[in-house]
């Protein structure tokens, strides 16, 4: 798990989790937008629901792999419960975005009601269900002895 962890394929997963559970609980809600009051924002967000977990997979690779850029520059490639932190690290501006959307945000405009429709509970499922699988993947570090 050690050796998981620590390679490239452990935040690619975890940020692709995230796409694909965003995609998936977009298919499973289905949306509608009866209530944007706007048919030009509501089309559009339509359309571009599909692609928000992918968008902001794309960002959480990029952040994921600047902090990990980072890691490597300061040497410390070899603590193994940064990976961990690091992929939680990419995907928590999505969290904490999709909860606020989802929980807190006021839905004044019709471009404010397509957003929280089309992207907050999406985005909030979508990036929890991926640091749950970071956090679950990083258990077996915490019960590691040393060899």
Same mark, same amino acid.
């Given at each position: 798990m050690r050796k998981?962890?620590?390679?490239g394929?452990?935040?690619f997963?975890?940020?692709?989790l995230f796409? &694909?559970v965003?995609?998936a609980?977009?298919?499973?809600l289905? /949306?509608?937008?009866?209530d944007?009051?706007n048919?030009q ?5 339509i359309?571009a629901?599909?692609?928000?977990g /992918? &968008?902001?997979?794309l960002l959480?690779w990029?952040?994921?792999?600047a902090l990990?850029g ?7 490639r070899?603590i193994?419960w940064?990976h961990?932190?690091i ?10 975005l999709?909860?606020?959307l989802?929980?807190?945000?006021p839905?004044y405009? /019709? ?6 429709d089309?992207a907050?509970k999406?985005?909030?499922v979508? &990036?929890?269900?991926?640091c749950?699988f970071?956090?679950?993947c990083?258990? /077996? ?7």
């Open positions: 998981f962890l620590a390679s394929w452990f935040p997963i975890a940020v692709f796409a &694909a965003t995609v609980m977009y298919a499973y289905q /949306p509608t937008g009866d944007i009051g048919s924002i509501q089309d559009i967000a359309i629901g599909w692609a928000v /992918p &968008a902001f997979a959480s990029v952040l994921v792999m990990n980072v890691r490597r520059l300061l040497r410390l070899k193994a940064l961990p932190v992929a939680i690290l990419g995907l928590l501006p999505w969290l904490l999709g909860w606020q989802t929980m807190n945000e839905r405009t /019709p471009f404010a009601r397509a957003v929280i089309f907050g999406e985005m909030l979508g &990036a929890f269900v991926a749950v970071a956090v679950a990083s258990v /077996p570090l915490l019960f590691r002895t040393k060899q």
